[in-house]
């Protein structure tokens, strides 16, 4: 079998050439590359019957490329969302692979055909704000954790910033002087400022006291910077025990998300415009931060308010919503 035909040559240049040195991709999309090819190897190789090493490139066929992703959603239980993903990652390797092999265009063409499925649109979870106050509430400040898992949720509540942008933070990206505000750099290595609220502030003046500027500002028991599957713990953790003080909280779902939606919902709430908020939450795209504006029950009740019953808007009843400045202070 030629080098060309095998598949083996064509994953390492695939993980290392293409998504590292050509395209420069987030390490967490690499990461997911890699995933799904250690997840669809040992399933064709399995269902051809032969050697990983020594599997050829159409051993990927369409045909086992449907029954992986059937296998994904029916035996691991995964969502159509990851289906998605794992598809995708699927198409790009096609794709490398027919741009420099002429010879495997057609196969590359048969498994760009696999569609991916359409997703039912849900509705994005959040917290009011009473619920977030009990939330915040339950770490206990006296003692090291207590304080630090304080001064976690309160940042995520302030900056409305992802996992995985937590566990990464380091404390040369936070300006706590005059204007405080935090450098945070997300998806695709793309950068935001965030303003900080004067408590923020204060806690995290105190939590990175000592440290160096290239120190993680959230750090674990052992004092190594915490991962995005530990400030996941830390979130959820606490929401469980917040869920027997706040009854409306004990079927919402408490993860890391969940309190991004919750900063996107109250700045809405706050009357900052949509374009504000799309930058502060790192949106590329508009349409993703309308779906806030589509979920929040509150301002649809006050649009409801301010109608009448023959459908003529009330202008003097209605109030206006509180200032970017009230939110800036923490609602």
Request: glycine share 6%.
């Amino acid at each position: 079998m030629r080098n060309r035909d095998l598949l083996g040559p064509w994953i390492r240049r695939f993980l290392f050439e293409h998504l590292v040195a050509e395209r420069n991709l987030a390490r967490n999309t690499q990461v997911s590359y890699r995933d799904t090819l250690a997840l669809l190897l040992p399933f064709v190789s399995k269902r051809v019957g032969g050697a990983i090493d020594r599997m050829a490139v159409d051993a990927i066929s369409p045909e086992a490329v449907r029954a992986f992703l059937t296998h994904l959603e029916q035996d691991r239980g995964c969502s159509v969302a990851t289906r998605n993903q794992r598809l995708a990652a699927i198409h790009a390797l096609a794709r490398f692979v027919g741009s420099r092999a002429p010879e495997h265009l057609g196969w590359c063409t048969e498994i760009g055909a696999i569609p991916a499925k359409k997703t039912a649109k849900r509705l994005v979870g959040y917290l009011d704000k009473p619920e977030m106050d009990a939330l915040l509430r339950v770490p206990d400040p006296q003692t090291r954790l207590g304080f630090r898992d304080h001064a976690l949720l309160l940042f995520m509540y302030n900056s409305g910033a992802r996992a995985d942008e937590v566990a990464s933070l380091r404390v040369s990206q936070l300006y706590l002087g005059t204007s405080p505000s935090v450098r945070i750099v997300g998806k695709g290595n793309k950068a935001r400022i965030c303003p900080l609220w004067d408590r923020t502030v204060q806690v995290l003046r105190t939590l990175v006291e000592g440290r160096e500027p290239g120190d993680a500002v959230f750090r674990g028991r052992t004092g190594e910077p915490m991962t995005r599957f530990g400030v996941h713990r830390v979130v959820t953790d606490c929401g469980e025990q917040a869920k027997h003080e706040v009854e409306s909280m004990r079927h919402k779902r408490v993860s890391p998300h969940n309190i991004r939606h919750t900063t996107a919902v109250h700045l809405l709430r706050a009357g900052v415009d949509i374009n504000t908020i799309r930058a502060w939450l790192g949106h590329v795209s508009l349409d993703t931060t309308h779906i806030y504006a589509e979920v929040d029950l509150e301002m649809k009740a006050k649009a409801l308010a301010s109608v009448d019953l023959q459908g003529v808007p009330e202008i003097a009843a209605s109030k206006p919503l509180p200032s970017l400045m009230a939110f800036m202070r923490g609602l």
